[in-house]
């Protein structure tokens, strides 16, 4: 495969317009005056195909009602902006949530057709509520259906008040007063059989379908309003009648869900809610089920992040890095053995849920790493734990986690230790045998990650504190080797020793590099992101060419979501991914086109490689590479990375195609091809 950017080699449909534009305003311009129709004619093609340039421009835009997303809490455990998945792409509207609508997560699975679906997290009690938004310009008028499938089990057999309720509201010039955001407002309705579809704030006021709300709204329901849906542990189809009569300006399709305080939560199978599928003349259906080749791409992906906010998960995986080294400060192994985290053994559990529900949503693989910072006296609380997480994560069907889509079996033991584990290298080896026993023997699939060790420029105390441990047999519960790569200028020494520091201790295993940062203000000032930009494939390219596995990005986003805000991270935003505006950055972008060309490798070939070695301010030795060529095999096509003062390999020749780092190509003979210190991305023309 020879990757050829889309705005190079396809035929987008703008400048296909612009071209016959211009030539029919040439022509026109040369045609005789005597030839007044034809110009005419000519003019007014002309005229046609500047206005579709125009709206395709406009396209996509699309007005929005109070931007559609309203005074949604930072804590909101799922992507509201992303909603229920459908909707967003569709034209004139998206999903809201309410400022109510905090305890709604997605599950990944177990929808009608498999997909992931909404439901409730049953920890958060009382009422919540998300709606659909569309602005319609009165386009809709008459009877409508609403269709959607209903997971409605029973949620508890004390709640009476009310437990799932529907509104399709129709909102006019007048606009509503803000309580329609509120539309369920602490319960469902007053229906004592539990459930009606057709009330209004806070009880079935037993008005007709079409009156005038208080706050300017219409209800529309014309049919079945008041009629009670069927408790089922199975999902089922509902099909819903409404009026738009004239049409209005503004629709919300509302849904709304009531927990009382003392609610089971949604992980009991036997207390179940959910809505899928939702379908009316705005909605289309869509399926979230992510499909099992995205899955296996993903898992089989170099690239993922140091711990990302589900906020910014669709960045992640558009960027082209669906691994999560994920720090869940819940998952502290002193605080479980101690009996601190354990105590609530259900809330504990869904909380975990949550954060892997949100992940498998987008297909992304977690390596979940476990805190311990101090010798454990008793491990059998903690054994338990692990037990269970294992056994909860495993995709075996038996005693999984709800929904679960597919395994998590990466666990990471400890960080950087030397730094953070307040006892002697016995004391750890003893956790970490005992934590490889627990994992692997509920799961054998499990994989153990390596606590990641400091670089060594930086502080060589991680070497002592390993070599030890490496002498006690250590590697014998390792999967993963890991180190990490925080560098204040280019430097390839942690690249270069680690590797060689590892097989010489027998821990001949896969590698990960779980943080690689190439800003460091301990060392050195900041550069540009036009400076980083080289750098970053530089480094990329060596540590994918010399066999390290994975690769995690430490600056996704600055600042970064795992780090208090009183402890400023060591780099700045000029190296992150995503700015503190949520913005996407260069290097986001540099990044992300290194990705799309080179992780599907099946094979690499070091070419050429010259490395130049010297000393640091503090002696510490370093490494440089002026000239790098490699060859990556893409579906038994070369694809090239070169940098450096060198001639091009022999085995380059005639027509090719020359990519610099920030993905714009030419196409040229390898005659005309100069190398330098940029490097540059080149594939050769087969046709």
Not at 264 to 270: C, F, H, I, L, N
Not at 437 to 461: D, F, S, W
Not at 550 to 564: C, E, R
Request: with cysteine; proline share 6%; charged share 20%.
């Amino acid at each position: 495969m020879c990757y050829i950017p889309h705005h190079f080699s396809g035929k987008p449909l703008i400048p296909l317009l612009v071209l016959p534009t211009i030539y029919l305003f040439s022509i026109g311009y040369f045609v005789r005056k005597t030839k007044l129709t034809s110009k005419k004619l000519i003019y007014f093609t002309s005229f046609v195909l500047v206005l579709s340039l125009v709206s395709m421009d406009a396209a996509g835009g699309v007005e929005d009602f109070e931007d559609f997303i309203l005074n949604v809490p930072a804590e909101h455990p799922m992507n509201y902006e992303d909603a229920i998945g459908f909707g967003l792409d569709q034209p004139g509207g998206g999903w809201m949530f309410t400022p109510e609508s905090a305890g709604f997560i997605l599950a990944p699975s177990g929808g009608p057709d498999g997909s992931a679906f909404i439901t409730r997290d049953g920890t958060i009690n009382y009422a919540r509520g998300f709606c659909y938004v569309v602005k319609d310009d009165k386009a809709t008028t008459g009877v409508q259906t609403l269709e959607f499938d209903l997971l409605y089990d029973a949620v508890s057999s004390t709640n009476t008040d009310g437990d799932f309720a529907i509104k399709i509201i129709g909102i006019d010039s007048k606009g509503p007063d803000g309580a329609w955001l509120g539309f369920v407002d602490g319960n469902g309705g007053q229906d004592d059989s539990g459930v009606d579809y057709a009330t209004r704030y806070t009880q079935n006021d037993g008005r007709a379908g079409g009156d005038l709300g208080s706050d300017g709204t219409l209800l529309l329901f014309v049919t079945n309003r008041n009629d009670d849906f069927t408790q089922s542990p199975n999902w089922q189809h509902v099909s819903l009648e409404f009026d738009c009569g004239t049409g209005h300006e503004w629709i919300c399709v509302n849904f709304g869900h009531s927990f009382q305080a003392g609610h089971t939560a949604v992980t009991d199978p036997s207390k179940k809610f959910g809505i899928d599928n939702v379908s009316s003349p705005w909605i289309a259906p869509k399926s979230l089920n992510i499909p099992a080749k995205t899955i296996e791409k993903h898992f089989a992906s170099h690239f993922g992040v140091l711990h990302n906010d589900v906020k910014y998960y669709n960045d992640q995986v558009e960027l082209g890095a669906p691994w999560e080294r994920t720090v869940v400060l819940t998952f502290d192994l002193n605080e479980i053995a101690e009996g601190n985290r354990w105590t609530d053994r259900e809330a504990y559990l869904a909380e975990l849920d949550t954060f892997v529900m949100n992940a498998q949503l987008k297909g992304i693989w977690l390596m979940i790493e476990l805190y311990v910072f101090r010798p454990i006296q008793d491990f059998q609380l903690a054994d338990d734990v692990l037990t269970t997480v294992a056994e909860r994560y495993d995709h075996d069907s038996i005693d999984d986690m709800p929904f679960l889509k597919y395994p998590v079996k990466h666990f990471g033991v400890g960080n950087e230790l030397a730094g953070t584990f307040k006892g002697t290298p016995q004391d750890f080896l003893t956790i970490l045998e005992k934590t490889h026993n627990a994992l692997t023997n509920a799961n054998p699939e499990v994989k153990i990650v390596q606590a990641g060790l400091v670089p060594y420029h930086i502080n060589q105390k991680d070497i002592l504190f390993w070599d030890s441990l490496f002498s006690m047999n250590a590697n014998e519960y390792i999967d993963i080797a890991v180190f990490h790569e925080l560098q204040g200028r280019e430097n390839f020494m942690n690249l270069i020793f680690y590797p060689a520091y590892f097989y010489d201790h027998g821990l001949d295993r896969p590698i990960w590099i779980n943080e690689l940062q190439f800003e460091n203000s301990t060392e050195a000032p900041s550069l540009t992101q036009e400076q980083y930009a080289p750098i970053f494939t530089r480094y990329m390219t060596y540590a994918l060419a010399h066999g390290n596995e994975k690769l995690f990005f430490a600056n996704f986003k600055y600042p970064p979501p795992h780090i208090p805000a009183d402890m400023p991270p060591p780099f700045t935003e000029a190296s992150a991914l995503i700015d503190s505006n949520d913005q996407r950055t260069l290097l986001f972008n540099v990044v992300q086109a290194f990705i799309r060309r080179f992780d599907r490798f099946q094979s690499v070939e070091v070419i050429q490689e010259i490395i130049e070695g010297g000393e640091y301010p503090n002696r510490v030795e370093y490494f440089k590479i002026p000239v790098g060529q490699y060859k990556f095999m893409i579906d038994e096509r070369a694809n090239y990375i070169l940098w450096g003062e060198s001639e091009l390999p022999e085995e380059i020749m005639g027509e090719v195609y020359v990519t610099d780092i920030f993905d714009h190509t030419v196409y040229m003979h390898s005659n005309e091809v100069t190398l330098g210190r940029e490097p540059i991305y080149l594939c050769l023309d087969t046709k």
